[in-house]
């Protein structure tokens, strides 16, 4: 090998290992635990360092920095500030977090910045050098660009001027304002503040007054003896505890209790009270702040130097006011400008004043009973429409019917006044011929006599009728046992029924149930079922009858197995003139008012009919009569033999 190839070889390794140490360096540098010491001044909880912490945390997780290690101190500079008490704070950090474990420290405060920014230029302070953030800090710090070399942060903008604006737009009346905070430098920076704007912009229209206490107890004995004014206005900041117990008292306590000693408007710029109940502020929110904090320890975390991060003022505060307490400290609507965010307004809400709520309350509710009345009358104008359409519907079911009846009434009376003219004209023939055969005239004269009592039959219907709806059907009641009356009326309809086969079966309950009824005409509701029953059912069918106690009634169930009603037609088979098909007519003989008479009689009785039906597989009429009784009237039995086949043979009179 020559010289020259030795001198390319060996460069060649070298520049191999350079390279493979770099990549080992690198991959390192990233996987290694990167450690944050944030500082705050005060203690756990503090409602102003948790919003920072909770946006620094936030930042870098969604930017899914997860080696990055937070290491969070209390330093409680509201209960100790003084040189002991620091000196032995930093020999306990320096003894818990050695030199080389924390690669960034975070002051979130400006009274830890102050304690802890010359540790980074200590020598012998573990912290030496080390990269220090920082927020809260003024920006009118006269450190040297060397003493700046090692930070970098977020200046502090004074929000005093845009919370003062806020207060003259909404209290313009304001002469006195109690600034109320906690005895810490935070607490003195406001008053600093406000008093600052105050003598630039408002000396002798203003006056101040300082309340300033740890303990709430000490602010309200403080509040108490000053007189409530419209003219007054609170600006509150800091956190308060219980003078008792040392407890932190929440923000929402902190203002519910002041507003009981104090009826003036409260602001802040505190974001610990934005939605506590104060009237408004304007105020920064410490969420923005930790996540540039966070954005500046991921560019430290990746090798950025820490002197060339610029630091920022904090940004432009926001003004806000709270809805409800527009209304409840009476402050004017239109004085909340549009860059103003409104807090705890529902989408639906109007920031207007409160008469012209009431206005527009007032116009809902007309427009409400406007609409309710335009809704009533169209239901109205489609409900008469429709009973309009029902009537005319009616009308015209009616005409039809009416006419159904006139042809069946005209074949009803035309058929038997037909038969009789014609046996009249046989037995005038008869007589001519000189024919005088007994009982050949005997049976036409029973043809003559059958047919009519068909005719008395339709004209008892048609004059019952016409009564019942005049209200002119009255009713002859006397006690009786209605199951006497209901079995002989029975007994007397088997020879009908068997000239077609049919089986007649009679059951009841009790042998004896009394009863006020008007015998005749139960008679004829009896018959006209059982005739009906007769008519439409086949032969080799039955027919039963059966009586029973139901509560304070007696029911009388008249049941067949024959041709049956569709349910459609049930709900008409009580109607006038009604007939349930043609091919009852045609088959057998009916007017159709014999069913209508039927229930009007029933209900004559304050009783009530009800029908079950099934095509082809027969009908059952039930009978509901109330088992009342007339006073001082002797008990009935029934009619007698002769009145009942005089009944029988005039309801039966169209079965054939």
Same mark, same amino acid.
Not at 36 to 53: A, C, D, F, K
Not at 182 to 208: A, H, N
Not at 399 to 410: A, G, H, M, R
Not at 431 to 436: F, I, P, R, T
């Given at each position: ?5 030795? !001198? ?174 906690? /005895? ?5 920076? $406001? ?16 006056? !101040? ?12 004995? /403080? ?42 408007? !409260? ?30 320890? +991921? ?65 809902? !509710? ?50 038997? +006044? ?44 048609? $004059?019952?009728?016409?009564?019942? #709806? ?20 029975? /007994? ?18 009790? #042998? ?88 009007? $009689? ?30 001082? #009237? ?16 005039? #309801? ?5």
């Amino acid at each position: 090998m020559t010289k020259f190839k030795k !001198i390319i070889y060996i460069l060649t390794v070298i520049l191999m290992t350079q390279m493979f140490i770099s990549k080992i360096h690198a991959k390192s540098t990233k996987d290694a635990s990167f450690n944050v010491l944030v500082l705050n001044s005060y203690h756990q909880g503090h409602y102003w360092e948790s919003n920072i912490t909770m946006g620094l945390k936030n930042y870098i997780s969604n930017n899914n920095e997860s080696n990055i290690n937070f290491k969070v101190e209390y330093l409680d500079f509201r209960v100790n500030h003084n040189k002991e008490y620091i000196k032995s704070l930093k020999d306990m950090l320096s003894k818990k977090y050695p030199k080389g474990s924390i690669d960034v420290i975070y002051t979130v405060n400006d009274e830890a910045y102050e304690v802890f920014k010359n540790e980074v230029k200590n020598i012998n302070s573990n912290f030496y050098k080390l990269p220090l953030l920082f927020s809260g800090v003024d920006n009118n710090l006269e450190e040297t660009s060397k003493e700046k070399e090692n930070m970098a942060g977020i200046y502090h903008r004074d929000d005093t001027l845009d919370l003062m604006i806020l207060m003259k737009d909404l209290t313009p009346k304001a002469r006195y304002i109690n600034i109320i905070t906690e /005895e810490s430098g935070y607490g003195y920076s $406001i008053y600093k503040e406000v008093s600052r704007i105050v003598d630039r912009y408002l000396k002798d229209q203003v006056k !101040i007054r300082h309340i300033k206490s740890n303990y709430l107890e000490d602010i309200t004995k /403080e509040l108490s003896e000053i007189k409530n004014s419209e003219d007054t206005i609170n600006v509150i900041g800091g956190e308060f505890q219980n003078e008792n117990s040392g407890k932190y008292i929440t923000p929402i306590e902190v203002i519910s209790t002041i507003k009981n000693y104090s009826s003036a408007p !409260i602001y802040s710029n505190d974001q610990t009270y934005m939605n506590a109940g104060i009237l408004g502020g304007s105020m920064d929110i410490g969420q923005e702040q930790g996540s540039i904090i966070g954005e500046m320890i +991921i560019k430290l975390k990746s090798g950025e130097k820490i002197e060339n991060i610029k630091s920022v003022p904090e940004p432009k505060v926001k003004s806000y006011v709270d809805y409800n307490s527009i209304y409840e400290y009476n402050i004017n609507p239109f004085s909340v400008i549009k860059d103003v965010v409104v807090l705890n307004k529902e989408p639906f809400e109007l920031l207007i004043p409160t008469w012209m709520k009431g206005v527009l309350i007032f116009l809902k !509710i007309i427009s409400i009973i406007i609409i309710i009345g335009i809704i009533i009358t169209f239901i109205r104008f489609r409900n008469d429409k429709l009973k309009r359409i029902e009537i005319q519907k009616r009308a015209k079911e009616r005409e039809k019917l009416k006419s159904d009846f006139i042809v069946n009434l005209s074949h009803e009376l035309r058929t038997p +006044i037909n038969i009789i003219l014609g046996t009249t004209k046989v037995l005038e023939k008869s007589l001519e011929k000189g024919n005088l055969d007994k009982d050949y005239i005997l049976s036409k004269l029973e043809n003559v006599d059958k047919n009519a009592y068909r005719l008395l039959k339709i004209s008892n219907n048609i $004059i019952d009728m016409t009564k019942a #709806e005049s209200g002119m059907l009255k009713l002859n009641l006397e006690n009786c046992n209605i199951v006497c009356v209901v079995e002989d009326i029975f /007994e007397s309809s088997i020879d009908f029924a068997r000239r077609k086969n049919i089986d007649m079966v009679f059951d009841t309950e009790c #042998e004896e149930v009394k009863v006020a009824i008007d015998i005749f005409q139960i008679q004829r509701v009896i018959l006209n079922l059982l005739s009906n029953a007769i008519k439409f059912t086949p032969e080799n069918g039955v027919i039963s009858v059966y009586i029973y106690k139901e509560k304070e009634n007696v029911v009388i169930e008249v049941k067949d197995n024959g041709v049956g009603i569709s349910k459609e037609k049930v709900d008409y088979i009580f109607h006038r003139f009604y007939q349930v098909d043609n091919l009852y007519t045609r088959h057998n003989e009916g007017s159709g008012i014999g069913l209508c008479i039927v229930k009007e $009689i029933i209900d004559i009785h304050d009783g009530k009919i009800q029908i079950e039906s099934e095509i082809n597989k027969g009908s059952t009429f039930k009978i509901c009569l109330p088992r009342h009784l007339k006073v001082n #009237e002797m008990q009935n039995e029934g009619s007698s033999i002769k009145d009942i086949n005089k009944i029988v043979d005039l #309801e039966m009179s169209d079965v054939y």
